[in-house]
């Protein structure tokens, strides 16, 4: 079956430093990717979708300058929180579309526990 | 390797039939559990989730689970379903110790034919 493969699925870092987090599609073209966030005792909340070779649609009350997305390839997107402060600790999740007028069907990665210090 | 398991991988029923997508996970400690549902062309949106409290978990149009830890299962029903209620559901958990972490199951596609 398709898989999502999501890369770190834990990081650490100091505050005011950026991590980058990777979401693969693993043997189908995604044009289509979702990132969400998970906050404690709170269900995911959609940040923005990345549409390959666009700028990426942001959900309202997300700082686009602050999380990054690029969507160079059809298999890879990137999600970079920059300048990451404590409050940006949270699960980052990615999905993905795998496109398909019968088969279309959501894929999602492993999860990115992110802990800003 | 801990898992959420969703049985079906695709359910088809006619309008007021009645709906039961079963979900299990194999997290020994404590958990949150919710149900997503994505509707074809949207993003996912959350029907239900359980945090503690009353096992009978009622969510948004019409949708319910219950939470029977002593079989690690957090199914989800609809007495009568509507054409509007065809969409891709989704099991997810969060044990508790492992932060906020939140996996999937693989996703139960309905279609509900009018």
């Known amino acids: 079956g398709a898989v999502v493969s999501q890369h770190p699925s834990w990081v650490i870092c100091k505050s005011g430093t950026s991590v980058k987090i990777e979401c693969r599609s693993l043997?189908?073209?995604?044009?289509?990717m979702f990132w969400y966030r998970q906050f404690p005792k709170q269900s995911l909340m959609l940040m923005a979708t990345?549409?390959?070779?666009?700028?990426?649609?942001?959900e309202q009350g997300v700082e686009k300058d602050k999380f990054l997305i690029n969507h160079a390839s059809l298999t890879l997107s990137t999600l970079t929180v920059t300048s990451a402060h404590p409050e940006d600790s949270s699960f980052y999740i990615c999905?993905?579309?795998?496109?398909?007028?019968?088969?279309?069907?959501?894929?999602f990665g492993s999860g990115t526990q992110l802990s800003v210090l | 390797a801990q898992s959420v398991s969703q049985h079906n991988h695709h359910v088809i029923l006619s309008e007021a039939a009645s709906l039961e997508l079963g979900c299990n996970y194999s997290?020994?400690?404590?958990?949150?559990l919710f149900w997503y549902v994505q509707y074809p062309g949207q993003h996912l949106q959350l029907l239900l989730k359980?945090?503690?409290?009353?096992?009978l978990v009622k969510g948004i149009k019409g949708f319910e689970a219950d939470f029977i830890k002593s079989k690690f299962s957090f199914n989800l029903r609809k007495p009568s379903v509507q054409w509007s209620d065809t969409a891709e559901y989704f099991c997810?958990?969060?044990?508790?110790?492992?932060?906020?972490?939140?996996?999937f199951g693989g996703g139960t596609r309905v279609l509900v034919k009018p």
């Open positions: 043997d189908f073209q995604a044009t289509t």
């Open positions: 997810a958990v969060n044990p508790m110790a492992a932060g906020n972490k939140l996996t």
């Open positions: 997290y020994g400690g404590t958990v949150n």
């Open positions: 359980y945090f503690s409290g009353d096992p």
């Open positions: 999905s993905a579309r795998r496109p398909g007028q019968v088969n279309e069907k959501l894929f």
């Open positions: 990345s549409n390959e070779g666009s700028k990426a649609t942001y």
